[in-house]
């Protein structure tokens, strides 16, 4: 069936260091795919998301790839900093006409000094 | 800028009572949804609406019931409330012109069931 899957349930890293957390899903076509953070007692709020053309999304020094061969939307920034602490859902849009989301599980990044 | 608004942002009760949240957004959007996220984290789909018309209802118990007297408005009541219901509700909005369409949420209701 058509589902997200992160593969990390925490991630911690040290400041400076380069960010990578993974999203793969599966889908009988292709869909659409979305990061979205959720800080601490907030609500989650888009990210970024794939395009049609194959651009590459980039918003706040982060940015994704979607790979269709492998079925991939990682997330990546170069160097974490102690603000990105935060959940992060990778998400992708089932299609039609309901336009529901599908979540992954999330994963959490926490960035020390 | 809070676009989705959520009354309460807590709710303390018991099992078996009744309880009801509430969701309004001002971005003129369409469709409207309830999330609901658990202990764990895990976010899912409840319901859906678009212009006031139930679009997507996944499998929740009966005891849980959407309700939209507007396409701004959609509202959230728990019948008689179970211990396993307790997490956080989450609201959003989005424009149903495509899969694109990127969801606003709300700060959510989290609600303790004891």
């Known amino acids: 069936g058509d589902s997200v899957t992160q593969t990390e349930g925490l991630v911690t890293l040290t400041e400076g260091l380069p960010v990578m957390l993974n999203c793969t899903y599966q889908s009988t076509y292709s869909p659409f795919l979305f990061w979205y953070v959720q800080h601490l007692n907030e609500a989650p709020k888009l990210l970024l998301k794939?395009?049609?053309?194959?651009k590459r999304p980039e918003h706040q020094g982060f940015h994704a790839t979607l790979h269709k061969s492998s079925s991939s939307f990682h997330l990546q920034k170069s160097s974490a900093q102690l603000s990105d602490s935060a959940l992060y859902y990778c998400a992708r849009n089932s299609g039609g006409s309901n336009a529901k989301l599908t979540f992954g599980k999330g994963t959490k990044l926490s960035v020390k000094s | 800028e809070t676009a989705v608004f959520q009354t309460p942002n807590y709710h303390v009760t018991q099992v078996g009572n009744e309880v009801s949240f509430n969701c309004k957004q001002t971005l003129g959007h369409d469709t409207m949804y309830w999330y609901k996220q658990d202990s764990k984290k895990l976010l899912k789909i409840m319901f859906s609406?678009?212009?006031?018309?139930?679009?997507v209802n996944e499998t929740v118990p009966r005891r849980f019931s959407p309700q939209s007297s507007d396409k701004a408005h959609l509202n959230l009541r728990i019948k008689s409330v179970e211990p396993e219901d307790s997490a956080v509700y989450l609201c959003?909005?989005?424009?149903?012109?495509?899969?694109?369409?990127?969801?606003?949420f709300g700060p959510g209701t989290r609600l303790l069931v004891l």
């Open positions: 959003a909005s989005s424009s149903l012109r495509g899969n694109q369409d990127t969801q606003y």
């Open positions: 609406y678009n212009n006031k018309q139930l679009i």
């Open positions: 794939s395009f049609t053309d194959n």
